[in-house]
């Protein structure tokens, strides 16, 4: 499963869900092929270094038959520190999520989960506003099925940090971002619980035997609907009390 899925983004091919005779029999299964696939791209774009969630709206959620939202891994390589340039040429397609990322200034064991939105924010050192840099090839979203997607580590293509601050719960729960394109409004929404958040993805790595180290990255989920970009332009995500994280495409 693995392989299909890495030799198809290698190869700049659309994506497409894994074929009947690879497709996984669960969403542990899926989730195995996705720690395959990390072994595949590390070579490549170096160690995990943090993580990331997905599928997290209700409506993508029903596009893609489950209830819940999906994990996945971030490589050290393709993280970029604000303002960063980012070639579109170098992703099938590229579309990008506005996010808050936190960084972790504690470990996080599998053995210490459950963790809680609380536990999990004793382990923050702080907070950023961030970019997710997606890779979807090109992806029919309403043919999509969450197994395969997760197998191919939920199409993430790095992201983009803008400086950290330390911060609390009430901090960021609920904070209003801005987007703008070329220094036009573009969309502006609300954070959730990124703390939330990041125990949710803890606990499912936890499941797997799996936890969080000190100094990874963990990306919470878009404040604003996935927007696409072309060669060009300048993009702004600004969060209230965090900064900015700035890109420009080339």
Known sequence: MARHMWDARCAGQAYANLPDALA????????????????????????????????????????????????????????HPTPARIAKAGFVNLRVESEIALKLGADMPATQAPWTANSAARCVAGAMAAYELIEDRNAVYTETKAASMIADNCWNGGVVLGPMKAVTARDVAGVRGTQTINGKLSG???????????????????????????????????????????????????????????????
Request: hydrophobic share 50%; proline share 6%.
């Open 24 to 79: 996984p029999a669960s969403i542990d299964e899926a989730y195995a092929a996705q720690e395959a696939y990390w072994r595949l791209a590390e070579p490549v774009y170096g160690p995990v270094a943090g993580v990331k969630v997905a599928t997290t709206t209700k409506v993508m959620q029903q596009l893609m038959g489950i209830n819940h939202p999906c994990g996945a891994a971030i490589f050290a390589n393709t993280i």
């Open 188 to 250: 502006e929404g609300h954070a959730e619980d990124p703390f939330a958040t990041l125990a949710w993805l803890a606990n499912l790595l936890a499941q797997r035997q799996r936890g969080l180290t000190s100094g990874m990255v963990v990306i919470t989920g878009s404040l604003i609907p996935t927007f696409s970009v072309t060669p060009g332009d300048r993009v702004v995500f600004a969060v209230d009390g965090l900064g900015e994280v700035a890109m420009d495409v080339v």
